[in-house]
């Protein structure tokens, strides 16, 4: 199953709920991506598709420093899972894919 493409995830935190676009796609053989938040853009570290279930880390500092812990399921155009920020409860992630499945990687800063 492929799961590159645009993703719009929201992440139910203590804080009200996240929004973000994540960007999945291949290059060099391996899958990478890039979180794109209201205030930063991330790449993702430690991305890993096994079967349907995707995991990936990445570092954020809005609104607050964090490295967050992503483990969903994807199903089709549709994932459900979860995000941990350390020793924080873990909140509930969900996100559908977008209609446009760009598969290029982002062009360099």
């Known amino acids: ?17 996240q929004q973000a676009v994540l960007r999945l796609f291949t290059e060099d053989g391996a899958l990478r991506g890039v979180a794109t938040g209201e205030a930063e853009e991330v790449p993702l570290s430690d991305l890993t598709l096994q079967a349907d279930r995707l995991t990936w880390r990445q570092p954020i500092t809005k609104p607050m420093r964090l490295d967050l812990a992503f483990d969903v399921a994807v199903h089709g155009d549709e994932l459900t ?29």
């Open 81 to 109: 899972g979860t995000a941990k920020a350390g020793r924080l409860p873990s909140t509930k992630v969900t996100g559908h894919r977008a209609a446009d499945a760009c598969l290029k990687p982002p062009k360099p800063k």
């Open 1 to 17: 199953m492929s799961v590159e493409g645009t993703w719009n995830i929201v992440i139910a935190t203590p804080i009200g709920k």
